[in-house]
């Protein structure tokens, strides 16, 4: 890039983006200032509701378009690609900071999302991003949106995952890199939004239900099968099996000593649940379950099934508790396709990696989600790898 493309590049496409199309519009239209009402935000949701859906559609119109037509411009000058999209990433400045308005604007999203857009059509008319992954990407969209329906939700599952595809199959072109620098931003506005509107803050009854540390460290069971696979198999079961025999072993020793196991109970509330004041913990059930398919089953599909347990569960328990209205047997239908969901994320990234066909991984991913929703009289945290895990099996082998 020559010193003048970079010159005109950051000052036109700053300059492009400055112009607040919401506050405008505000000010033209209802005689008010957008960034005072409503959210505060000078953007098209904000415009929407305060101003009118017209104003609205004309806003997204307008900023959508900034940081692609700035792009274009640049081009037209002569200067290289990497200068266009410097033009939009300066038009997405521009948006956030005008220097009018004491640079106070907006988010930068709509501009942001007109310039990944665009850079999505190039992708797919060079066919460096398969429709295959777009329409997984679509079918992400479909399940988060119909159980949450807030866009922050649907932006902070499928943005990151949308960056992932696109490192997984997308060659290292300028188009590529700068489609994840923009997906990383609007992740970012989602995740800034996600918090400050408390779209994920669960209720204190229900953040009660949960033991938080234990939910957390649920990947580091990945610990197991990346033994296995890189320090071999001694290592890898080894490890698993004397981590669950401690489990196990220290649940018969409480379990065998009725005073001292109520005195453990409250002493290490922490730790245990109330329902597991007479049976084994669902920690014992969740290392034995890995300990199973880690000896029982090919290192590939263990992967497989130890990533449902880890992943599809957390999905299923925190949007079921979340979001879940609809009860599906001693669970919730919300709770249920979320965890589906994010199995077949788990399918789709990982089965690839492993070398497991698809077709079985998809069938692991249904098994392992019933094994959790359906009243088995079995711990899930039990029965789905082992469940998913024989799917396979069977599907591969027999």
């Known amino acids: 890039m020559s010193a003048g493309c970079v010159i005109l590049a950051l000052a036109g496409g700053y300059l ?81 900071f005008p220097f009018y308005l004491r640079f106070r604007g907006g988010q930068g999203a709509a501009t942001a999302t007109g310039l990944l857009l665009y850079t999505l059509a190039v992708l797919m008319l060079r066919g460096w991003f398969p429709w295959g992954d777009l329409a997984f990407l679509a079918w992400v969209v479909v399940v ?57 803050t669960l209720r204190p009854d229900l953040r009660d239900r949960v033991k938080w540390w234990r939910f957390g460290l649920r990947p580091a069971a990945l610990a197991f099968p990346a033994a296995q696979q890189w320090l071999g198999p001694q290592v890898g079961v080894g490890l698993v099996s004397g981590v669950t025999l401690a489990a196990v072993a220290g649940d018969i020793w409480r379990l065998s000593r009725r005073g001292w196991n109520q005195e453990t109970l409250g002493r290490l509330a922490a730790i245990f649940k109330e329902k597991e004041a007479g049976r084994f913990s669902s920690i014992s059930m969740f290392l034995l379950s890995c300990a199973v398919v880690l000896i029982a089953f090919p290192l590939s599909v263990a992967w497989l099934a130890i990533c449902y347990l880890i992943f599809g569960d957390m999905f299923a328990k925190f949007f079921g508790l979340q979001y879940g209205k609809t009860r599906f047997f001693h669970k919730t239908l919300e709770g249920t396709i979320s965890g589906f969901a994010g199995n077949t994320i788990v399918a789709y990234l990982v089965a690839p990696a492993v070398g497991v066909p698809l077709g079985p991984a998809l069938a692991g991913a249904l098994a392992a989600s019933l094994a959790e929703a359906l009243p088995l009289g079995v711990d899930d945290n039990l029965s789905m790898a082992i469940v998913a895990a024989a799917t396979m099996y069977g599907l591969l082998f027999l």
């Open 144 to 200: 988060f949106g119909l159980v949450s329906r807030k866009g922050e939700v649907i932006g902070a599952v499928v943005l990151p995952l949308f960056a992932v595809l696109l490192g997984l199959h997308a060659p290292r072109e300028p188009e590529v890199l700068a489609a994840v620098a923009l997906l990383g931003f609007l992740f970012c506005v989602q995740l800034r939004n996600l918090f400050l509107r408390k779209v994920l």
């Open 16 to 96: 492009l983006g400055s112009f607040s199309t919401a506050y405008w519009v505000g000010r033209w239209v209802a005689g008010v200032d957008v960034r005072q009402l409503g959210d505060g935000n000078a953007g098209t949701v904000n415009t929407y509701r305060v101003v009118g859906p017209l104003p609205g559609v004309a806003v997204a119109v307008v900023d959508l378009s900034k940081g692609v037509l700035a792009l274009l411009l640049v081009r037209a000058a002569g200067c290289g690609l990497w200068s266009g999209y410097l033009a939009g990433f300066a038009a997405v400045a521009g948006h956030i």
